[in-house]
């Protein structure tokens, strides 16, 4: 029944993506020329790209950082308690919140970042200009949100771990790097496995930050696949266009998560 449930939006999903809408609920069969449109249009493409470059990037910055700051509070103290409760305080802040935040900050007549570098005698960077400085303004702000996530869990693995092996490894003359990388590390394989995969949902589907940051420019520069399935679903109307950028995000997620899911599944 589960499987049934899950099963027929995917299918609807499929049936619509080949399909052309001529009124609601009303479809006639067109093949695969969503598709064919989708992927000889450049648009699309950089869609792609910049799923990828946001997703990627923003994984790997948020469980780094999170690793560092859940070596850095692994003792259960009174700051550490503070330091992961104002972490989750920010996480639970809604996307389109901190992202109008983030714009606000990064802004390059009035934002603060812009007034400091100003005051500092610097010249003010115009992070929404052009694709690549709006692109890392977007990591930073999703992974400022997401930081959360992965330093509490990698934290949580941590405190699993029999603080005696560390001790033993260390009477044994084992170095910090040493005892970080054949026993810390090792011992996180689970948790991290876990971590990379709550990382990569959060952030394939947030659509807030692009929409709000940059409107998905310049000129489509930072439109996200589905920022793009908003746009072609809600203001185009055209659900055929739509229905195919989401299968392919569908198709493109199930890919990405394969490999995780069998990491998980060998440890």
Do not use: C, H
């Amino acid at each position: 029944m589960v499987s049934i449930f899950i099963l027929v939006p995917i299918i609807i999903a499929i049936y619509v993506s080949v399909s052309e809408s001529q009124a609601v609920f009303d479809f006639a069969f067109s093949g695969f020329r969503n598709y064919i449109y989708l992927f000889t249009e450049e648009r699309f493409l950089n869609n792609i790209f910049v799923t990828f470059y946001i997703s990627l990037l923003s994984i790997y910055l948020a469980y780094l950082v999170g690793l560092f700051l859940a070596l850095y509070y692994r003792r259960a103290t009174m700051v550490t308690n503070v330091t992961l409760a104002t972490m989750m305080v920010i996480y639970l802040t809604m996307p389109a919140t901190s992202a109008i935040i983030w714009r606000f900050l990064l802004d390059y007549s009035s934002g603060i970042t812009s007034a400091i570098l100003f005051y500092m005698g610097m010249e003010r960077i115009d992070f929404f200009s052009s694709q690549f400085p709006a692109l890392n303004a977007l990591v930073l702000a999703i992974v400022w949100r997401q930081i959360a996530i992965a330093t509490i869990f990698l934290w949580s693995g941590l405190q699993n771990i029999n603080p005696e092996i560390d001790e033993a490894a260390t009477l044994d003359g084992a170095a910090r790097w040493e005892r970080f990388r054949y026993i810390t590390l090792p011992l996180l394989k689970k948790t991290s496995f876990i971590t990379f995969i709550l990382l990569a949902i959060s952030s394939g589907s947030l659509v807030e930050f692009p929409l709000l940051m940059t409107a998905g420019g310049p000129f489509n520069s930072t439109e996200t696949l589905i920022l793009r399935l908003y746009r072609e679903g809600f203001f185009s109307l055209n659900w055929g266009s739509a229905s195919a950028v989401g299968v392919i995000s569908l198709i493109i997620s199930a890919l990405a998560f394969i490999p995780l899911f069998r990491g998980i599944l060998k440890t």
